[in-house]
């Protein structure tokens, strides 16, 4: 197909000769456009800047794009070859030749540039050839993946999403103590089974209540105690030392960790005296008592995660990306670059092994969820804006399927685990699946664990090694507990199920979060961790506190190969 690229250069040329009944035909494009894009929208299309010349050329655009409905166009990105079946189909053939005066000699101020050039100028004039042309590899052509790690096109692949867990549909809580009483004594003995699977203790665990009554049997190095409980209080002594009570159904003791330099081992227990402890964190101690019986001195802390996960691997290469806090209905929400994203996923070749879209929470800005936020809103409607995402969404491309969870800014429960959006709010969506926060589930066998993040507020307020700055190693320090949000009465509302929804019982091969509007996509222990990129520019609040996010970055996983590649639109 003949680019129009020449043309629309000479265009302008043509354009200042032409005498003023032909050149008003070019001054009422501004308010033809607008009928245009009016029909287009009505059509869920985007026109790129040269399928808009094209279009806008024509004598009878609107007749044109009315033929869509004809040839089942609509959602997304029109292409060129789209419009060409569309002119087809309208019987149109047109060209700027067409527009010009037939009769030429009747205007002799406009000046024919495609005409045959005359042979007596004191130079030659070089034919104009169509251009070849050139791979430029930009960053957003990805040059850095291999077409063997995305192997496969998305619509090629059967939708296959397994849920494990999701609190949709069975929270039974009333709130009541013995609701908070079973909700712990649940995590205690789901972590505690865990430990002693993937821990190496040195000796059986005992019931601290047994322990401590015969404290005097362990006061020997050769005579080690080894304890699983929830921590209480963890707390730094004035020389540093890390001091917390540990309990289980039967009793409590008080725990020593203290600072030393040595081996492999201290400095393995300086790094959990530099970080510290969560409340409500469930662990393994080993050690001895002091010679009133009243301390117990750690030697060594037991975590329930393995060194080291196996990750699966799907049969065919689809892929998966992942986005959270998209914060449609907010002023700051980069709606330019969502459209630039929408593009990419129509015209890249690795957008077309993109079978699933993890949203992890977020993706409306909501409404009175902190004070003022009314002033900055575009959307000031709730149902609005889910409305609007949903538009947004619809331009994707057909062979995407969106997985959609809340967060805190959503029209959900505050409490943890959350379960998933109301029918009312589902309706305007068409291919996306609504499941709860967190939710255990699998794409062709792969494991992933999608959480929207809120307990990273915790973890960052409770130990000294979490920061905004580096929310991974929330992540991190999540999967070494195997509990998303242990402490109770933090800055995350809990919900008191009687099983405890937020431990993690399986170990995913992908675990992503959102929330805090970074970005990284590492490896830890045989897990891809996965914090998901915002779709918001730095709000007034972020700005006072100098946290400057990291928006408009799209995470690619390929389940097949568990390649990953992260795509910048900003």
């Known amino acids: 197909m003949t680019s129009p690229g020449p043309m629309a250069k000479n265009e302008p040329n043509f354009v200042h000769h032409i005498p003023f009944e032909a050149s008003t035909r070019h001054e009422a494009m501004g308010e033809h456009w607008a009928e245009v894009a009016t029909r287009l929208r009505q059509l869920k299309l985007l026109a790129p800047r040269s399928v808009h010349d094209r279009l806008m050329a024509l004598?009878?655009?609107?007749?044109?794009?009315?033929?869509?409905?004809?040839?089942?166009?609509?959602?997304?990105?029109?292409?060129?070859?789209?419009?060409?079946?569309?002119?087809?189909?309208?019987?149109?053939?047109?060209?700027?030749?067409?527009?010009?005066?037939?009769?030429?000699?009747?205007?002799?101020?406009?000046?024919?540039?495609?005409a045959t050039p005359p042979t007596d100028l004191g130079r030659t004039v070089a034919p104009m050839v169509e251009p070849e042309p050139i791979d430029v590899l930009l960053r957003n052509n990805l040059p850095d993946w291999n077409h063997s790690d995305f192997s496969m096109h998305a619509s090629?692949?059967?939708?296959?999403?397994?849920?494990?867990?999701?609190?949709?549909?069975?929270?039974?809580?009333?709130?009541?103590?013995s609701d908070i009483t079973s909700c712990f004594t649940d995590r205690l003995e789901q972590i505690r089974k865990l430990i002693v699977?993937?821990?190496?203790?040195?000796?059986?665990?005992?019931?601290?209540?047994?322990?401590?009554?015969?404290?005097?049997?362990?006061?020997?190095?050769?005579?080690?105690?080894?304890?699983?409980?929830?921590?209480?209080?963890?707390?730094?002594?004035?020389n540093g030392h890390l001091i917390w009570g540990l309990e289980d159904e039967t009793g409590e003791m008080t725990c020593l960790l203290t600072k030393r330099k040595g081996d492999d081992r201290d400095r393995a227990q300086e790094a959990i005296i530099e970080a510290g402890l969560m409340p409500d964190d469930v662990l393994g101690v080993s050690g001895t008592f002091s010679q009133t019986?009243?301390?117990?001195?750690?030697?060594?802390?037991?975590?329930?995660?393995?060194?080291?996960?196996?990750?699966?691997?799907?049969?065919?290469?689809?892929?998966?990306?992942?986005?959270?806090?998209?914060?449609v209905g907010s002023k700051t929400f980069l709606e330019a670059q969502w459209h630039k994203m929408v593009r990419w996923f129509h015209?890249?070749?690795?957008?077309?092994?993109?079978?699933?879209?993890?949203?992890?929470?977020?993706?409306?800005?909501?409404?009175?969820?902190?004070?003022?936020?009314?002033?900055?809103?575009?959307?000031?409607?709730?149902?609005?804006?889910?409305?609007?995402?949903?538009?947004?969404?619809?331009?994707?491309?057909?062979?995407?399927?969106?997985?959609?969870?809340?967060?805190?800014?959503?029209?959900?429960?505050?409490?943890?685990?959350?379960?998933?959006?109301?029918?009312?709010?589902?309706?305007?969506?068409?291919?996306?699946?609504f499941v709860g926060n967190p939710c255990d589930f699998s794409l062709h066998g792969v494991r992933l664990l999608s959480y929207h993040g809120k307990s990273i507020d915790d973890f960052v307020a409770g130990l000294r090694t979490v920061t905004y700055a580096d929310p991974v190693e929330a992540m991190r320090e999540m999967l070494r507990r195997r509990h998303l949000a242990p402490q109770w009465g933090g800055k995350t509302p809990l919900s008191p199920e009687p099983e405890d929804g937020l431990v993690i019982r399986e170990v995913p091969d992908i675990f992503v979060t959102g929330h805090v509007h970074g970005h990284e996509c590492v490896d830890f222990r045989g897990t891809t961790l996965v914090c998901s990129s915002t779709w918001q520019d730095q709000t007034s609040y972020q700005r006072m506190l100098g946290f400057q996010p990291k928006p408009c970055m799209l995470t690619v996983i390929n389940l097949k190969s568990h390649k990953s590649v992260s795509i910048p639109f900003a």
């Not at 009878?60 to 087809?88: C, F, K, R, Y």
């Not at 090629?156 to 103590?177: C, R």
């Not at 665990?205 to 080690?224: D, F, M, P, T, W």
């Open 59 to 114: 004598n009878n655009p609107l007749e044109v794009l009315a033929t869509a409905t004809d040839l089942n166009i609509s959602g997304g990105m029109l292409s060129p070859q789209q419009l060409d079946a569309m002119i087809a189909h309208a019987g149109n053939t047109p060209s700027i030749r067409e527009q010009l005066p037939t009769d030429m000699s009747s205007h002799p101020e406009v000046v024919d540039s495609m």
């Open 156 to 177: 090629d692949a059967p939708s296959d999403i397994s849920v494990h867990f999701d609190i949709t549909g069975n929270s039974v809580t009333e709130g009541k103590m």
């Open 197 to 238: 699977k993937n821990s190496q203790l040195p000796r059986k665990h005992q019931e601290i209540a047994r322990l401590v009554a015969e404290s005097s049997r362990y006061q020997g190095y050769e005579n080690k105690a080894v304890a699983i409980g929830l921590v209480n209080e963890p707390r730094y002594t004035k």
């Open 293 to 327: 019986g009243d301390i117990f001195y750690v030697d060594d802390l037991h975590f329930p995660l393995k060194s080291h996960h196996n990750k699966a691997s799907a049969e065919q290469g689809v892929s998966v990306a992942f986005l959270s806090d998209i914060h």
């Open 347 to 433: 015209t890249d070749p690795l957008a077309k092994t993109i079978k699933y879209l993890i949203l992890s929470g977020d993706c409306v800005d909501g409404v009175g969820i902190y004070p003022d936020q009314e002033k900055e809103l575009a959307i000031p409607d709730l149902f609005a804006q889910y409305t609007e995402f949903a538009r947004l969404l619809e331009l994707l491309p057909e062979w995407v399927e969106c997985l959609m969870l809340p967060g805190n800014h959503d029209a959900v429960r505050p409490a943890e685990p959350q379960p998933t959006f109301e029918k009312d709010i589902q309706q305007d969506y068409n291919t996306t699946t």
